[in-house]
């Protein structure tokens, strides 16, 4: 199994620029999360799904973030516009059922000047 | 909301003794306690969990153990190598929130000199 996939593996922007993050989740698991990492804030849930269904997005900082789960193989995390307190490692991870062994993806580093 | 407190910050110790990091939980309906372990630039993996129906879960030098009264679990690594230096995170799913995310511990720096 290839394990969880996301892309890029590191994003350079500017400020203002809209950003996507992408992630395709291990075959067969129903449930996707989408994680922030910064060493002020730690490990924080940003959202997640169900079965392709938004479970809760309370963790979403504010409108400028968006997530879609269009089909149980693919998920977007997009900022729009982005600006530099954005920079930070998302990790993308998935599991077979809610209360599950969560597997998380190599991340995205994103640097947002 | 539901808190995931976990002790200590940082941990220094030398190769070959034992390391314990602790974390208590405020959601008493709690019931998976995963050990996530990161290492510098990579992403987290389960080392280990536990659910509320046992008391200590062994897996070779690596145990946890849950005390359901106290609220609280802790990470016991036996015979430290160099390579258990990471961040080890805990974890907790407040059920009675009516919600299935981890809330994760603020993470402990392990450090295991040779």
């Known amino acids: 199994d290839a394990g969880v996939i996301q892309s890029p593996r590191h994003e350079v922007t500017e400020m203002g620029q809209e950003v996507t993050l992408r992630c395709k989740p291990i075959s067969g698991h129903n449930s996707l999360f989408w994680y922030r990492q910064t060493m002020m804030r730690g490990l924080e849930l940003l959202i997640y799904f169900n079965n392709n269904v938004p479970i809760d997005d309370s963790g979403m900082p504010e409108d400028r973030f968006s997530a879609k789960m269009p089909n149980a193989s693919f998920s977007t995390l997009k900022i729009q516009p982005s600006e530099p307190r954005d920079s930070a490692v998302y990790f993308c991870a998935s599991s077979f059922g809610e209360q599950e062994t969560q597997y998380f993806g190599p991340g995205t580093r994103l640097l947002v000047l | 909301g539901e808190n995931v407190e976990q002790h200590p910050s940082t941990l220094s110790v030398q190769e070959g003794d034992s390391a314990v990091i602790k974390c208590t939980y405020s959601d008493s309906a709690s019931n998976y306690f995963p050990w996530y372990k990161q290492e510098l630039g990579k992403r987290p993996q389960l080392i280990i969990d536990i659910r509320s129906n046992v008391g200590e879960k062994k897996d070779q030098r690596i145990a946890v153990t849950l005390n359901k009264t106290a609220k609280h679990f802790s990470l016991h690594i036996t015979e430290t190598q160099p390579e258990d230096s990471a961040v080890y995170f805990c974890?907790?799913?407040?059920?009675?929130?009516?919600?299935?995310?981890?809330?994760f511990g603020t993470g402990t720096r392990l450090q295991v000199f040779p």
């Open positions: 974890a907790a799913i407040p059920i009675s929130y009516n919600t299935d995310k981890l809330i």
